[in-house]
């Protein structure tokens, strides 16, 4: 969370003239319904399978840069859905710089505890050797702008050998 996904993803699509589709947003349309009300009433396994939907779905466009919810790792089935479909980029930030970019924004329901910082540190070490075993290029996030960070990714994209 934080991480910029939704934010460089948008950039990322403008750059390379793809689509940008936003799992989270996705979500959001099809339903009707902000997440936290969807966690609200279906709870978080509720919200994890209308993702793992959203993100089958999303992985079988041509063309396209996805970015997903911050959670959607931690299932096999996105897991394979993303490494098969394309490139995976890790967008990395330190938990201080996550809590900075998170705390004017009520729309993430896994952060209304006592301690979000405690929280996102949780998630972090639990989500961060999951994300590295999927992703192409590993790309750091913090201290640099969302323009710097974009050029960071294209120039490791054309690193990478064709698939
Ligand atoms: N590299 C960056 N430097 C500074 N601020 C950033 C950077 N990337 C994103 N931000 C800001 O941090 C906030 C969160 O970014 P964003 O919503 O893109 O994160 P996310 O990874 O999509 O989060 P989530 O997992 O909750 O969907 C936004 O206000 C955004 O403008
Ligand atoms: O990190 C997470 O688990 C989440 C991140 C957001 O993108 C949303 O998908 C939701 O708030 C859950
Ligand atoms: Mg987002």
Not at 10 to 31: G, H, P, Q, V, W
Not at 75 to 92: D, M, T
Request: aromatic share 4%.
């Amino acid at each position: 969370m934080g991480a910029g996904k939704s934010t460089i993803g948008r950039l990322l699509a403008k750059e390379l003239r793809l689509l940008f589709k936003d799992s989270d947003k996705e979500i959001e349309l099809r339903t009707g319904a902000n997440i936290p009300w969807i966690f609200d009433k279906e709870g978080e396994p509720g919200f994890r399978d209308r993702e793992e939907a959203m993100i089958a779905e999303l992985c079988e466009l041509d063309g396209v840069v996805v970015a997903t919810g911050g959670g959607a790792v931690m299932r096999e089935a996105n897991r394979q859905a993303l490494h098969a479909g394309g490139r995976v980029i890790y967008l990395h930030a330190s938990v201080e710089q996550q809590v900075g970019r998170t705390a004017r924004d009520r729309n993430r329901p896994l952060l209304r505890t006592a301690n979000p910082e405690a929280t996102l540190r949780a998630l972090l070490e639990s989500r961060d050797p999951l994300y590295r075993e999927i992703a192409d290029v590993v790309v750091e996030t913090d201290e640099r702008p969302p323009r710097m960070v974009v050029l960071d990714i294209l120039e490791r994209l054309e690193k990478l050998p064709p698939r």
